[in-house]
């Protein structure tokens, strides 16, 4: 064991419970800034304290010598992730922030989603109200239009899809977590633009679990007060001599805690590995992972909002409520002159995915080898409901399309007169809409079909010399992507739990809608796009001293991306006849194709020391400089005229860990130039959509905490805050007045709290864990103009496990208050009028429970 991580390993009792008053205090506070000075103040009063055991005290019970055990493990903690070689460094050596999650925190968070489970990490918010699929992930402050353009999810080591977002994905809705997972790495910033896929944001690792010599397996169900239903297992072990094998998988059914009247979650995931070692640290380990999982996907909805405060909208509480339901799940789409396609809407974002990987790690002598190697190949298609402008009376839309009507000559001489009036039926039954004062909504029914292929492959050689460990790596990754899509649909919807579709007519003969539908496809896109990194990096690790460590790297990178895509004609009548209103204004493919390309080589860089104040404490420094090239979508829409983000990193830290308290605390600053924003606007009255794009650059500064206090071996009380200030500046953009410098970085709040206690009960029969996590997210905007704010919110999550033997029983409950909160706004519309304090935004998910039996063998 490291004697930096043992040196302090167990104090008296006594010593304990004189500070006990440090951790009421910190209990008794609700502000962050007293909560952070206390901790530190606590860290470096006690990284002098006396180290050497008090035999005399330290007698406890068989189990909470058992806990003990586990948090000693905690302190010997190796990471891999943003390392030059796959052996890895302990946290405390590690010169940048990085956090780890084992299995039991997995399971005491139940993450609704994989983004989910990044609410644990400091300097990262997860908006994953949408559902399992369909995600946002921003890190530090750094800008994004949506998804996860600057977190990279890898399995192994290799990132699961080489590109971290693109349009209707992003790598979080690529993976599912099992009990297959032995841990997750989580770094942020440091090293990253140097290794791997150099993504300089976020980079999450989740690591497999490898068969041992001692075969070990789990089997369990979750049910949840949603209607879920899930089984998980696994088995690993020895199969032959130096030969080890696991295979493990779930399988998940859920109502959703939206109801959608039909399962919004159903699908599972099996995974198997193959392992030969030999030697001292020699491994070969290939692993397969299928995984088909469909997922109801959600987007903003209608709540009130008076003077900032957050109310239901009437007979529609989203916490609980969908559009979605059984009135719009197999519907037809036009999408050219007498063709329609048909698609089911219950399938919701659905993922079908073969997955292939294989590792290698050699030593010998003074060198070592390694080699990181995957391919993905499949499918991520979108049948979603997508909103856009806030409700309105049944007659107003009616007055709003007589008025587009009487404006067309075409239509109002093909109608022999004008429209004075309109009725409605439900499209379904037919039966007519009396109340022409019920609320109404207009949303798009989008229909995205994406096939993704990926392959990445990272070798790296490495040899140690003196006080030096140098490393030569070479990255490729090949991927591509096809695309077809048939947006707007637009269908008109009752504003209730489950909408129905309506149709218009109005009194001169012209018909509004078609089942519903006023809308045929208002955008298409047929493309076939691919991209190839070739990166070189050589990086160097320089053991100064014994307490001084220094390591420095840098990476060439040449990437090149190219496809075509079909043009399409807008204003396309798909039947000719003008009465039939709602196609006579469509856009179609053409069979015209443009064709654009994207190359360029930039460098990145990184320096970093670590450096040791006391056996338990370190403290570390890191500069890095990396970029961000145009991703496939920015080479369709933009071409050539596609920029390089340029992304500057500065960090300063402290670090220390023992088996009383451990704290990680980073101050950091980034600097962005050249980064393209795009703004969707929808125009309420017509629903036409138009996209606004800007470059402009920003300046974030910030400080996450992560730290632990065990007062007692049964006591634990976890902290982790994030607070940061992002602003835009250098904007370049004539069209869009709103977004000018000084703008706050959109939908990342600037001061996030997540305070965990938990307390272990040994009992006669069993042991029992309590815990519960209180959350706090401050306020943010939506949009890149600042114009629509959401307000802070703040949750509540229990949590109980009963550990007997070789089960355990385990309850959650998420957000038990009922938290209406909103995690994202509608961007599409921002700075439109809100009507009688009618806003969009999507909500947490609300109240849910879930009891899970496990039994570990």
């Given amino acids: 064991m490291n004697t930096r991580s043992t040196d302090n390993l167990i104090f008296c009792h006594d010593f304990c419970y004189d500070h006990l008053g440090v951790c009421i205090m910190i209990l008794s506070k609700t502000k962050l800034s007293v909560a952070v000075s206390m901790l530190l103040s606590f860290a470096v009063q006690n990284s002098h304290a006396d180290t050497q055991p008090d035999t005399a005290s330290t007698t406890t019970s068989p189990a909470v010598e058992t806990q003990s055990t586990e948090q ?25 922030s990085i956090s780890t999650v084992n299995q039991e925190q997995i399971q005491e968070v139940a993450p609704q989603s994989t983004a989910d489970l990044m609410k644990i990490v400091p300097g990262v918010f997860a908006e994953t109200s949408g559902g399992v699929a369909g995600l946002h992930v921003g890190v530090r402050g750094f800008p994004q239009n949506g998804g996860g353009g600057f977190a990279t999810v890898q399995l192994d080591g290799s990132p699961i899809f080489v590109p971290a977002t693109l349009d209707f994905l992003e790598g979080f809705s690529l993976f599912r977590i099992d009990d297959t997972v032995e841990r997750v790495e989580v770094l942020r910033g440091g090293p990253s633009p140097i290794f791997s896929n150099g993504n300089p944001g976020l980079t999450v690792n989740f690591i497999q679990k490898k068969g041992k010599d001692t075969p070990e397996g789990t089997a369990g169900i979750t049910l949840g007060s949603e209607g879920l239903y899930r089984f998980d297992g696994y088995y690993g072990g020895k199969i032959a001599e130096g030969w080890y094998a696991t295979v493990g998988g779930f399988y998940r059914q859920s109502d959703g805690i939206r109801d959608t009247q039909y399962p919004a979650d159903e699908g599972g995931q099996l995974s198997a590995t193959l392992s030969k070692r030999w030697g ?14 469909s997922n109801a996907f959600f987007t903003p909805a209608p709540l009130l909002s008076n003077n900032g405060k957050l109310s239901t909208y009437p007979g529609f509480d989203q916490r609980k409520d969908t559009l979605q339901g059984n009135d719009l799940r197999q519907l037809n789409l036009e999408i050219a002159p007498n063709q329609t396609i048909s698609r089911d809407y219950s399938d919701g974002r659905t993922i079908d995915l073969n997955l292939f990987g294989a590792n290698l790690d050699l030593n010998f002598d003074e060198w070592t080898l390694s080699n990181r190697a995957s391919f993905l190949k499949g499918t991520a298609d979108v049948r979603a409901l997508f909103t856009s402008a806030t409700p309105l009376s049944l007659n107003d839309y009616i007055n709003g399309r007589i008025t587009a009507v009487n404006g067309s000559a075409n239509v109002v001489n093909s109608a022999g007169g004008s429209a004075t009036s309109g009725s409605a039926s439900f499209a379904s039954t037919g039966s007519a809409i009396t109340d022409l004062s019920r609320p109404v909504i207009v949303a798009a029914l989008n229909s995205i079909d994406k096939d993704i292929e990926s392959f990445s492959n990272d070798f790296r050689l490495s040899r140690s010399f003196a006080d030096h460990t140098v490393t030569l790596g070479g990255y490729f990754a090949h991927y591509s992507v096809d695309d077809l899509w048939y947006q707007g649909n637009n269908v008109l919807l009752s504003m209730e739990p489950n909408a129905r579709r309506i149709n218009v007519t109005l009194d001169n003969g012209v018909q509004i ?16 796009y691919s991209g190839s990194n070739y990166a070189a990096f050589l990086a160097d690790e320089w053991q100064i001293t014994p307490d001084l460590r220094l390591d420095a790297g840098i990476r060439l990178e040449h990437y090149k991306a190219d496809g075509n895509r079909n043009l399409t004609t807008a204003g396309v009548d798909l039947d000719g006849n003008p009465l039939t209103f709602y196609n006579n204004s469509s856009v179609i493919l053409n069979g015209d194709k443009l064709y654009s390309k994207f190359s360029d080589t930039k460098t990145s860089w990184t320096v970093g020391a670590n450096y040791f104040l006391q056996p338990d404490l370190s403290v570390f420094a890191r500069l890095n400089s990396g970029y961000r090239f145009p991703s496939l979508d920015d080479v369709r829409n933009l071409g050539e005229a596609s920029v390089v983000q340029s992304i500057d990193q500065y960090e300063l830290g402290l670090k220390t860990i023992n088996s009383l308290y451990d704290l990680a605390l980073t101050a950091f600053l980034n600097e962005f130039d050249g980064q393209t924003y ?18 402009a650059g920003s300046r974030t500064y910030g400080l996450e905490l992560e730290a632990a206090l065990r007062p007692t071996d049964r006591l634990e009380l976890r902290l982790n805050t994030t607070w940061l200030n992002g602003e835009f500046k250098d904007v370049v953009d004539s069209s869009n007045p709103a977004f000018k410098n000084g703008n706050e970085v959109q939908r990342q709040p600037s001061v ?24 706090y997210l401050g306020s943010r905007y939506s949009d890149i103009n600042n114009l ?8 509540v999550d ?24 909103l995690t994202e706004g509608n961007p599409r519309v921002a700075g439109s009028a809100n009507v009688n304090n009618v806003v969009m935004g999507r909500s947490l998910f609300g109240r849910e429970y879930q009891l899970a039996l496990r039994y570990r063998f």
């Fill in 72 to 96: 000693v493990k905690q302190l010997e903690t190796i990471v891999v992730t943003g390392t030059a070689r796959s052996s890895g460094i302990s946290k405390l050596d590690a010169g940048f």
């Fill in 788 to 795: 629509q704010s959401l307000p802070s919110y703040q949750t």
């Fill in 280 to 293: 001292d640290g020699n491994d070969l380990t290939f692993y397969v992972r299928k995984t088909h999982d």
């Fill in 513 to 528: 809608s078609r089942d519903g539908f006023v809308s045929a496809t208002t955008n298409q896109v047929k493309a076939s």
């Fill in 752 to 775: 996030q709290v997540r305070f965990t206690p938990s307390y272990y009960i040994p009992l006669n029969f069993a042991d029992l864990s309590l815990y519960g996590t209180y959350s």
């Fill in 798 to 821: 229990l949590g109980a496990k009963l550990d007997f033997g070789q089960w355990d029983l385990r309850f959650t409950g998420s957000n038990i208050t009922n938290e209406l909160g």
């Fill in 678 to 695: 795009t703004q969707q606007i929808v125009d309420p009255n017509t629903n036409q959509q138009t996209t606004i794009n800007s470059i």
